[in-house]
């Protein structure tokens, strides 16, 4: 597997993985619409201008961010996550105190202050904050620097959909009396179970580092463990990433992850990829759970 490397220019592109499935809902999920439909429902589901639901891409990036955040921590190894837990003035100056790193993501109130202060110095201090970001922050992205993971809105598979969305009835609770509130019912759209979206994520410029979070991520949604939409308490949103496709465009390194690549064949593999979307190495079914295998085991070595 490619031994990835930091690269001296971020908008260089040395990589990129595009990796596809089927997400297959387990249960019912629900994800709103947020907008006004022809629904009588209290809460509509989102839907396409065909009508139809899908799954926007905003949201399984959110569930996959959050799956990978609840994890990161407890790696071997240096990892950090802030999980987008923005510290208190006191919190931020007692981590300080103890030599802690802290996200820039979680306290940006210091960034702001340090640009104000020193207005000649922008790049510099984005420069710096870039570099003290946690992982997480690095890979989905954060005020300070572009996500390397993109996902695309995911689609009812095949256009297959018979049209039923289901109603489910709710009511508020007191959380004082643990009672219900009188006169507050509500009623809310789910999506029934089974329903399977076709799933396409790219990364580029993806470091080692990337690889390992991406693969520990989309590991839980393999073996069913991965969750989206609201109303998850109620059991909602459980989903299972199937029919895994990785395609691997590699411009830096051989197959060996270690020999530089020479310019001439780096050139080869970039005009075949422009020209005909030919990959240097695709992992297929398998193939493909063995490629996340294999970069979780790295972890651990």
Same mark, same amino acid.
């Given at each position: ?6 690269? *001296? ?10 990796? /596809? #499935? ?9 994800? &709103? &619409?947020? @907008? ?17 639901? =899908? ?18 921590? #407890?790696?071997? !190894? ?15 100056? $007692? ?20 640009? @104000?202060?020193?207005?000649? $110095?922008? $790049? ?15 890979? %989905? &992205?954060?005020? %300070? ?17 018979? &049209?039923?969305? $289901?109603?489910?009835? !709710?009511? *508020?609770?007191?959380?004082? +009396?643990?009672?219900?509130?009188? @006169?507050?019912?509500?009623? =809310?759209?789910?999506?029934?179970? +089974? ?21 520990? #991520? ?7 463990? #991965? ?12 989903? /299972? ?35 005909? /979307?030919? %990959? ?17 085991? +790295?972890? %651990?070595?």
């Amino acid at each position: 597997m490619a031994e990835q490397t930091k690269q *001296a220019s971020r908008y260089e592109l040395s990589n990129r993985y595009v990796i /596809k #499935g089927k997400l297959v809902m387990q249960t019912a999920f629900h994800i &709103g &619409g947020g @907008r006004v439909t022809l629904s009588g429902s209290d809460s509509p589901v989102v839907l396409t201008p065909e009508e139809t639901p =899908f799954i926007p891409g905003s949201s399984l990036k959110g569930a996959l961010r959050s799956t990978v955040e609840k994890l990161v921590t #407890g790696l071997p !190894g240096a990892w950090s996550s802030c999980a987008l837990i923005e510290l208190s003035d006191e919190e931020a100056a $007692q981590a300080e105190k103890e030599q802690r790193s802290i996200c820039p993501t979680v306290w940006s109130e210091d960034i702001k202050r340090q640009r @104000r202060e020193n207005p000649g $110095q922008t $790049q510099q201090i984005l420069a710096a904050a870039r570099e003290r970001l946690c992982d997480t922050c690095r890979l %989905f &992205g954060s005020p %300070f620097a572009a996500s390397r993971i993109n996902i695309s809105d995911l689609y009812i598979s095949d256009k297959i959909w018979d &049209g039923i969305i $289901q109603i489910r009835d !709710g009511v *508020a609770i007191d959380r004082d +009396s643990e009672k219900a509130k009188d @006169r507050l019912k509500y009623d =809310f759209e789910v999506v029934p179970a +089974s329903v399977s979206f076709d799933l396409e994520i790219t990364l580029e410029n993806a470091t080692k580092r990337d690889l390992q979070l991406v693969s520990v #991520g989309l590991s839980e949604f393999v073996h069913g463990f #991965g969750v989206i939409g609201g109303k998850r308490s109620r059991g909602l949103g459980v989903c /299972k990433l199937e029919q895994l496709h990785i395609a691997e465009l590699e411009l830096v390194f051989e197959k060996d992850g270690r020999t530089p690549l020479e310019k001439t064949e780096r050139n080869r593999r970039l005009r075949d990829y422009l020209r005909d /979307k030919t %990959f240097s190495q695709e992992f297929v079914n398998e193939a493909g759970e063995e490629f996340l295998k294999g970069y979780i085991d +790295s972890i %651990f070595e």
